[in-house]
């Protein structure tokens, strides 16, 4: 068996931090609140100066699942010029969703933070 | 160059015919690369941005569960399937044979008229369509792996056991795999999932 690469096996850490977040991300985007993908992009890109970089192929896959879901409810406008827009708006369970996930996230991460310090402290 | 235009139909061939909402997400994808372009983006990058459209249309349908489906259920559907084929030529024999024709010959003339028949239609149906006839009735579709729409070489992989006459021994795996998969399931990497009931709705 082959031994994976250490800067594979980082990435692959990345990847999976980033796609446990994804859902909360978009989902707290949402939360003032409706707007289409390509805003929500934008958006994303701007309040994190590109520090969380996702490529717009993955956003939109995640909007489709959270519209399974039913964390969302869609409404397609036409703008004057221009093509359809799809506008993505919460839901009361989405926003149930977004509560959870949060209060999840919080944890974890507060988790982490206290694990790294002690560690610290008694090098 | 890739246009926008054959971006969005790579996607959307890629993802099963049934996929909810396929037409809304081309028009969705449309709007986003018309809107990238408009700010000023070159074409390419925005392409690029959105990914190889293979991966894209697995990420898409990764939204729709996978569920496993019975060993019976499964038999069921391949039975139909059968049937369909077999009645055909046996009142195609039973017109044309000639009269004095012994039993043993008629039988394997019939298999050797039926099975091709039958395979044909079967990659033919679920390259295209993801089902059969007899997967239609019991609610089962057939995928690859990650939840596309299987390709036309996949069809053929599946349907070898018939042409190789291990049809029994593979189906057996069927029986013992994790996912009920049968061994050139395994092999050409596809699954037969159920129809949800969420999807038959939408």
């Excluded at chain 2, 019991?138 to 036309?152: A, C, H, K, N």
Aim: with cysteine; aromatic share 8%; charged share 25%.
């Amino acid at each position: 068996m082959a031994i994976p690469d250490r800067a594979d096996e980082r990435r692959g850490i990345e990847r999976e931090l980033k796609r446990g977040s994804l859902e909360l991300i978009v989902l707290h985007l949402l939360a003032p609140g409706e707007a289409y993908g390509y805003e929500i992009v934008t958006k994303l890109t701007e309040r994190t100066n590109g520090a969380l970089e996702v490529t717009d192929g993955t956003l939109y896959p995640v909007l489709y699942r959270l519209e399974r879901a039913g964390s969302v409810t869609v409404r397609w406008e036409t703008p004057e010029r221009g093509v359809p827009r799809k506008y993505y708006r919460l839901t009361a369970a989405g926003r149930e969703e977004l509560r959870q996930l949060e209060a999840e996230w919080t944890t974890f991460t507060q988790a982490m933070a206290k694990l790294l310090r002690q560690d610290r402290e008694t090098k | 160059m890739m246009t926008a235009d054959e971006y969005i139909a790579i996607v959307i061939d890629r993802m099963p015919v049934d996929t909810p909402m396929r037409r809304q997400i081309a028009d969705e994808l449309r709007a986003h690369i018309d809107e990238r372009t408009r700010q000023g983006h070159a074409l390419a990058d925005v392409l690029q941005q959105l990914g190889d459209p293979e991966k894209l249309a697995e990420s898409y349908v990764a939204a729709i569960p996978l569920d496993v489906v019975s060993f019976g259920t499964r038999a069921a559907a391949k039975i139909i399937d059968a049937m369909l084929a077999i009645v055909p030529v046996a009142i195609l024999c039973s017109v044309l044979a000639p009269k004095d024709i012994a039993l043993p010959a008629l039988v394997v003339g019939m298999g050797l008229l039926a099975c091709p028949l039958f395979m044909f239609y079967t990659i033919i149906a679920e390259s295209r369509t993801s089902q059969t006839f007899g997967k239609r009735l019991m609610g089962t579709r057939v995928v690859r792996e990650e939840g596309t729409r299987i390709t036309i070489g996949q069809a053929i992989v599946r349907q070898l056991p018939w042409l190789l006459q291990i049809f029994w021994i593979d189906a057996f795996f069927a029986l013992f795999t994790e996912r009920h998969q049968r061994a050139f399931e395994l092999l050409s990497k596809t699954r037969v999932v159920s129809v949800s009931t969420q999807e038959a709705v939408s």
